[in-house]
């Protein structure tokens, strides 16, 4: 005969056995953020790995850069991964504010499931005489996204790799946060 105690024992024992796997697995990369030059003389570029992970990821170094290239990481999958958005947030860590979102779709490929990116940046704008307008950069407005290198989207709008700075010097990516 089972007691009460010991049926509530066995689910309890096996969602904590569950629980300490899955802490040990680290989350999949969605994509690698790649700083264009190093911050230092031969030290290599800033690297930061975006993990499929829900809530604010911080950088462990903060190095602003005059451009950022985001490099896809292919996936080996059945069926197409779910579209994700990741917020990409500058200022400092204590005050971040959002830089940008980049949109990322997969596509099949070689390698697997393949992401593309779209670069979607915070527009400046204000409410004037009740409507929303885009605001005119000035002298100490930040500035505008800037898309770099040669490569062409495709019939969706996305890249299959993206490298991005400010119009305005070096930006810092400080964290991001994944939708």
Not at 120 to 126: F, N, S
Request: with cysteine.
């Amino acid at each position: 005969m089972v007691t009460r105690p010991s049926r509530l024992l066995l689910p309890a024992l096996l969602l904590a056995a569950a629980a300490v796997a899955g802490a040990d697995e680290k989350a999949p990369t969605l994509f690698t953020v790649v700083a264009s030059t190093p911050g230092a003389p031969g030290a290599a570029p800033a690297k930061l790995e975006i993990l499929d992970q829900s809530g604010a990821q911080t950088a462990k170094t903060v190095v602003a850069a005059p451009t950022w290239i985001i490099k896809p990481q292919p996936v080996k999958r059945d069926s197409r991964p779910p579209e994700r958005i990741v917020e990409l947030y500058t200022g400092t860590p204590a005050a971040p504010a959002l830089l940008c979102r980049v949109w990322l779709r997969y596509y099949a490929g070689a390698s697997g499931w393949v992401p593309h990116f779209r670069l979607e940046e915070e527009p400046l704008v204000a409410r004037v005489h009740g409507r929303w307008q885009p605001l005119e950069l000035i002298r100490g407005a930040g500035g505008v996204l800037v898309l770099h290198g040669g490569t062409l989207p495709n019939a969706e709008g996305y890249y299959p790799r993206l490298e991005f700075g400010s119009s305005v010097g070096p930006v810092a990516i400080v964290a991001w946060q994944v939708r």
